[in-house]
């Protein structure tokens, strides 16, 4: 879309309300246009300007940028109208749409697919300034140049949401989906409407809705063969990634779910299986390796219980529960000294802790005995 530009003369920001002669027509050019690109401001048949940096320097180069079928006048026009639509000038950006789509209709220019843009793209800046009636209107006219456009379509349906058409908004994101299965926007649309169509028409919603057309095979064909832009592939991506995330988390929280039932009931072998896949997915998850420290100490791998509790307590020097859990495993090392300072450090935590009480007596008494044993031995 370029670089930065002056407000062009004659262009204002803010919501537009007057309307723009065009062959003898009015035409409001009150609409949104997300998507296009907009071109300078030229009438039909005027001879075409070279365009220079203005006065203060700034490159205007972007006017000039590819512009579908439009001639070059036009184009600008259109290049203009994304440039202030990308900064936020929805109203300026309308009224550079509305000048290229009457431009096109005075030079009874033959290109659907760019006049649909244009309305589609006029249709984004209403949405944008609240004038969701006006968008309706644009995007009716841009679907019938170019039926089954993706873009219109969805802001046609977020428009008829604004307006509290739930029916017609519903069926404009199922029928997005057909074209476009990665659109989120629609997907979380549809949940949200569905719910109020429950709530609005009761268990027989379904058969008060319009008609949700087919789309056509070739439709959705020509769809997935367009370039994606890297901006769109971006989105996509950060999407993928999120859902891969969401997959995930859901699944370590199922295997922990089922590893801590296991415990339960005693099967420590399935329990630690299932421990050990919650680690594949979250290695730096504390809990799950002093979950896991549990079934090493029930089936005696004293050492493997150990070394999971040193994990635990990498991750949290504070956790009691490792702490514990370690002494356990230095008592079946035999490590009674380590024990002792383990069982030592949980009641410095948390002196409430009756167990460590009652394994530290028992550690005591068993290092006593190993010390005089080994006096016996010298």
């Not at 490159?59 to 001639?71: E, H, I």
């Not at 460590?356 to 550690?363: M, N, P, R, T």
């Amino acid at each position: 879309m370029g670089n930065a530009q002056e407000k062009p003369p004659g262009s204002s920001g803010g919501e537009k309300t007057r309307r723009v002669q065009s062959g003898g027509k009015e035409r409001a050019p009150g609409q949104r246009g997300a998507n296009g690109a907009p071109r300078e401001n030229s009438p039909a048949g005027e001879e075409e300007e070279q365009q220079q940096p203005d006065s203060s320097g700034v490159d205007r180069s972007y006017l000039d940028a590819p512009a579908g079928a439009l001639p070059p006048h036009l184009g600008r026009l259109k290049n203009e109208g994304n440039y202030l639509f990308k900064n936020g000038q929805f109203g300026d950006a309308l009224e550079k749409y509305s000048q290229a789509i009457d431009g096109c209709c005075e030079a009874g220019i033959d290109s659907p697919e760019d006049l649909s843009i244009l309305y589609s793209n006029r249709a984004a800046c209403n949405l944008k300034d609240g004038n969701s009636s006006a968008c309706v209107e644009d995007c009716n006219k841009a679907l019938e140049l170019q039926p089954f456009s993706l873009k219109p379509l969805l802001r046609r349906a977020m428009a008829n949401e604004s307006l509290e058409r739930y029916g017609k908004a519903y069926v404009d994101y199922k029928t997005v989906l057909q074209i476009d299965t990665g659109v989120q926007a629609a997907y979380d649309s549809v949940h949200r409407i569905t719910k109020v169509l429950i709530e609005q028409d009761g268990p027989e919603w379904r058969e008060k809705l319009p008609e949700i057309p087919v789309v056509p095979r070739s439709v959705q064909q020509q769809h997935r063969e367009k370039p994606v832009s890297i901006e769109l592939a971006q989105v996509r991506a950060a999407r993928a990634a999120q859902e891969e995330a969401r997959r995930k988390e859901a699944h370590f929280t199922l295997l922990k779910h089922e590893g801590n039932s296991l415990v339960k009931k005693g099967v420590f072998q399935e329990a630690l299986e299932k421990y050990n896949e919650c680690l594949s997915i979250k290695p730096d998850e504390c809990a799950v390796y002093t979950n896991r420290a549990i079934c090493f100490l029930k089936l005696n791998q004293f050492e493997e219980a150990k070394q999971d509790c040193d994990s635990a307590l990498q991750l949290d020097p504070a956790n009691k529960k490792a702490f514990y859990r370690r002494a356990l495993a230095f008592k079946g090392l035999q490590d009674y000294l380590s024990a002792s300072s383990d069982l030592q450090e949980v009641l410095q935590l948390d002196p409430k802790v009756h167990e460590a009480e009652q394994e530290l007596e028992e550690v005591t008494c068993l290092l006593r005995q190993s010390l005089i044993d080994k006096a016996a031995h010298t």
